[in-house]
């Protein structure tokens, strides 16, 4: 039997991952950094799922992940630096960590989430540091596949609910974040999840890069406009220029653990986020969920409590 190790199974891609493993009939291991969570948010899988505590960070904990493990799903990475944790430090770094680790443990297949955009020729630290773990993921004489994915929605995700909590927070006017032009492609958490697992025993994915995308290129401002129908909300727009939100955010940043607008999201506004070759589409055939309608309506059940809780402690609730 195929046992499949996935890093950040505490997260919210993880969330979606493990439980597709379980029911395929894959032994799985999960890679957590705090038990208490994992029996939170797995609970229905924890007779069936074997947690292991590590971190990304520390070599020597990796040793006992790697054990009898066939395949790899890397997954861990961060959209937001915290003291210590750099997007250095745990995005490149940690990624360096975990193949080093799975190649001395003989581990063949590894599959790593990326990121649409991500590279080590751009000047923002984010997506470079997505890039250049890439990179080295392609160096490594592995069996490696990279999944791309745009923005992902789901019920845990946070870019879409951090708009919806701010729209909660604003009760007659919204802004239109850098005039609303940038594009995604939003790709549900679920469609990511299914490609994800389906690459562990499709050997074509081997050596590829897969871009994966919704069925709709949205720019920010179409999504507000949905997020909005979504809620049953009603705001006055008005354009609030990139270059003008940096000094604002930066004060938020400073101010609130969990703030909504960080100076990195912003970075990403500046690199168009759209899938040119669509492999949810175009090699594994699915026809994938549209960022609308009863597929967004997780974003009501933020409320204006739970919000002030969040960008006051940083601490996530689901
Ligand atoms: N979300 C998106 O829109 C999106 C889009 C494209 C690609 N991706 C990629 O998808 C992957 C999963 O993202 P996600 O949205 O699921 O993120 P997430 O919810 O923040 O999950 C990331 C996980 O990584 C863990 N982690 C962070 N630092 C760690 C460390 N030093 N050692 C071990 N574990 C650590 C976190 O553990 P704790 O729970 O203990 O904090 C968390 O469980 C990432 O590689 C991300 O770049 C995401």
Same mark, same amino acid.
């Given at each position: 039997?195929? =046992?499949?190790?996935?890093?950040?199974?505490?997260?919210? *891609?993880?969330?979606?991952?493990?439980? @597709?493993?379980?029911?395929?009939?894959?032994?799985?291991?999960?890679?957590?950094?705090?038990?208490?969570?994992?029996?939170?948010?797995? %609970?229905?899988?924890?007779?069936?799922?074997?947690? *292991?505590?590590?971190?990304?960070?520390?070599?020597?904990?990796? +040793?006992?992940?790697?054990?009898?493990?066939?395949? *790899?799903?890397?997954?861990?990475?961060?959209?937001?630096?915290?003291? @210590?944790? =750099?997007?250095?430090?745990?995005?490149?770094?940690?990624?360096?960590?975990?193949?080093? #680790?799975?190649?001395?443990?003989?581990?063949?297949?590894?599959?790593?989430? %990326?990121?649409?955009?991500?590279?080590?020729?751009?000047?923002?630290?984010?997506?470079? %540091?997505?890039?250049?773990?890439?990179?080295? *993921?392609?160096?490594?004489?592995?069996?490696?596949?990279?999944?791309?994915?745009?923005?992902?929605?789901?019920?845990?995700?946070?870019?879409?609910?951090?708009?919806?909590?701010?729209?909660?927070?604003?009760?007659?006017?919204?802004?239109?974040?850098?005039?609303? @032009?940038?594009?995604?492609?939003?790709?549900?958490?679920?469609?990511?999840?299914?490609?994800?697992?389906?690459? +562990?025993?499709?050997?074509?994915?081997?050596?590829?890069?897969?871009?994966?995308?919704?069925?709709?290129? $949205? =720019?920010?401002?179409?999504?507000?406009?949905?997020?909005?129908? #979504?809620?049953? #909300?009603?705001?006055?727009?008005?354009? #609030?220029? +990139?270059?003008?939100?940096?000094?604002?955010?930066?004060?938020?940043?400073?101010? $609130?653990?969990? %703030?909504?607008?960080?100076?990195?999201? $912003?970075?990403?506004?500046?690199?168009?986020?759209?899938?040119?070759?669509?492999?949810?589409?175009?090699?594994?055939?699915?026809?994938?969920?549209?960022?609308?309608?009863?597929?967004?309506?997780?974003?009501?059940?933020?409320?204006?409590?739970? =919000?002030?809780?969040?960008?006051?402690?940083?601490? @996530?609730?689901?």
């Amino acid at each position: 039997m195929t =046992t499949v190790l996935v890093t950040g199974a505490n997260g919210y *891609v993880g969330n979606n991952i493990v439980p @597709k493993l379980v029911e395929r009939g894959y032994t799985v291991r999960a890679q957590v950094r705090n038990m208490d969570v994992a029996k939170m948010r797995l %609970s229905q899988y924890q007779d069936r799922v074997e947690f *292991v505590q590590a971190d990304v960070t520390d070599r020597v904990s990796l +040793v006992a992940l790697m054990h009898g493990v066939d395949v *790899v799903i890397h997954l861990v990475a961060i959209a937001i630096e915290k003291g @210590k944790a =750099t997007y250095e430090e745990v995005n490149y770094q940690g990624t360096i960590n975990v193949v080093d #680790a799975a190649k001395q443990a003989g581990i063949k297949r590894f599959i790593n989430m %990326s990121q649409n955009g991500a590279s080590s020729a751009l000047p923002y630290r984010f997506l470079k %540091s997505k890039g250049m773990a890439q990179e080295y *993921v392609a160096r490594s004489g592995m069996d490696w596949t990279a999944l791309r994915p745009s923005a992902i929605f789901g019920t845990q995700d946070e870019f879409f609910n951090s708009i919806a909590r701010l729209v909660q927070l604003t009760p007659i006017i919204f802004p239109l974040i850098g005039g609303g @032009k940038a594009e995604f492609q939003p790709v549900s958490v679920l469609d990511v999840a299914e490609a994800t697992v389906r690459c +562990v025993d499709d050997e074509t994915t081997i050596g590829k890069e897969l871009l994966l995308g919704g069925p709709e290129v $949205l =720019t920010l401002g179409e999504i507000e406009e949905r997020i909005l129908v #979504a809620l049953g #909300a009603r705001r006055i727009w008005f354009p #609030a220029p +990139v270059g003008l939100l940096r000094l604002p955010v930066a004060i938020m940043e400073t101010l $609130l653990p969990g %703030s909504p607008v960080t100076s990195s999201l $912003l970075d990403l506004l500046a690199v168009p986020n759209v899938v040119k070759d669509n492999a949810l589409v175009n090699h594994f055939g699915m026809d994938p969920i549209p960022f609308k309608g009863e597929h967004i309506a997780y974003l009501r059940d933020n409320n204006v409590g739970d =919000t002030l809780n969040i960008f006051f402690t940083g601490k @996530k609730l689901k």
